[in-house]
């Protein structure tokens, strides 16, 4: 199982392999997002002002959130234990904010020590890449 840090342990993610849609963009940094308090941050490409994500750790809407991370990745991450990693969900917003979904099967999972990043697809772990929030809440 993976566990949350806070997002202030990570304030400048590298992406070696780049993410899923985005190869070119490699160095993120990691900033708040919403009104003070608010569990959103904005993951902002430091190479395409254009590329940026709203992310959460998952388990703000989703408690039991629970997955194994594949031998690759961890090693890759060079990932020790779970204690080693801030994982964060990337957010969907829509228009109706209630509408709004969570990718709860492409997490994004960082060393909190080295700061190198990888988005995870999981195997069929029986989530959503649009999980509402808004039932989640």
Do not use: C, K
């Not at 990570?10 to 780049?18: K, R, Y």
């Not at 900033?31 to 994500?53: H, I, R, T």
């Not at 031998?71 to 990932?79: D, Y």
């Not at 904010?97 to 999972?109: A, D, K, M, Q």
């Amino acid at each position: 199982m993976l566990e949350t840090h806070t997002a202030t342990d990570v304030a400048e993610i590298t992406f070696p392999a780049g993410l899923p849609g985005f190869p070119y963009a490699h160095r993120f940094v990691v900033g708040p997002w919403g009104p003070a308090g608010s569990p959103f941050l904005l993951l902002s490409s430091m190479e395409d002002a254009d590329v940026g994500f709203v992310v959460v750790p998952p388990w703000v809407f989703y408690p039991d959130y629970d997955f194994e991370l594949d031998s690759g990745t961890a090693e890759r991450l060079e990932l020790a234990g779970a204690e080693d990693a801030v994982v964060f969900a990337v957010v969907t917003l829509r228009e109706r904010p209630e509408e709004s979904t969570l990718n709860l099967l492409g997490p994004i999972v960082v060393n909190r020590f080295t700061h190198e990043a990888a988005q995870v697809v999981l195997p069929s772990a029986g989530y959503s890449v649009r999980a509402p929030l808004a039932i989640a809440s």
